[in-house]
């Protein structure tokens, strides 16, 4: 599709892997964060940024967000401004930007909303459209300082005792015993979004 960008960053590969299958889909090209520049985010209509999900912040999302400051803070505003031509469908926003975050527990309410507090916490960014996609945990393959930030949460969890959400009751087991919840299909509503052109309510 032309005029349409798949950005990803991606530490264990879960993103990369959705990053592309979107990509082939949707037939554009996918680009690696870093290897992102400026004229990329200008000259494409449909930007597509997704990341991994570690310790509740979604990778690579402010290095994005920095690309194009000012015009990101324009095109969210217009896109989520709430005149009434936008309402009616008579104006269309000059950029769609969409996210998607890949973790392993944000199958839950509480958890996108704790999940988007955090990592879209600018006004301008508070209504970003954002999709949740199931990834993949291989224990022995988390390496540095992530083996550090895995036994914290796993205290964190613990300290929660009778008080634990779900979603953390969830994320604690997955920790424990690894799992692959990654599944193709999880792209539809990211493809239909971007083929259909039509902000999500
Ligand atoms: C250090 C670390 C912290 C994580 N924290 C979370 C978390 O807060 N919520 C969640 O749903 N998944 C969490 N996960 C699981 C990852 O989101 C999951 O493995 C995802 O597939 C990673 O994407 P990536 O392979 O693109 O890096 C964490 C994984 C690691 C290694």
Request: aromatic share 10%.
């Amino acid at each position: 599709m032309q005029d349409t960008i798949v950005i990803y960053k991606s530490k264990y590969g879960a993103a990369e892997q959705y990053a592309r299958w979107i990509a082939e889909e949707l037939q554009c090209p996918v680009l690696e964060l870093d290897q992102v520049k400026k004229s990329d985010i200008l000259e494409n209509r449909n930007i597509i940024f997704g990341g991994g999900v570690h310790a509740g912040g979604i990778e690579g999302i402010d290095k994005f967000l920095k690309l194009t400051k000012k015009q990101f803070k324009n095109w969210f505003y217009a896109a989520h401004d709430s005149n009434a031509d936008f309402q009616l469908g008579l104006y269309k926003p000059t950029k769609n930007i969409v996210f998607f975050a890949v973790g392993i527990s944000l199958r839950d309410q509480q958890a996108r909303e704790d999940l988007r507090y955090v990592n879209f916490d600018k006004k301008w960014l508070r209504q970003a459209e954002c999709y949740f996609l199931d990834g993949r945990y291989e224990p022995e393959k988390v390496k540095g300082g992530d083996k550090t930030v895995i036994s914290l949460t796993l205290k964190m969890i613990d300290s929660m005792g009778s008080q634990m959400t779900e979603s953390q009751r969830l994320l604690k087991e997955r920790i424990k015993n690894g799992c692959d919840l990654m599944d193709r299909s999880q792209i539809k509503p990211i493809v239909d979004r971007i083929r259909g052109d039509q902000p999500q309510e």
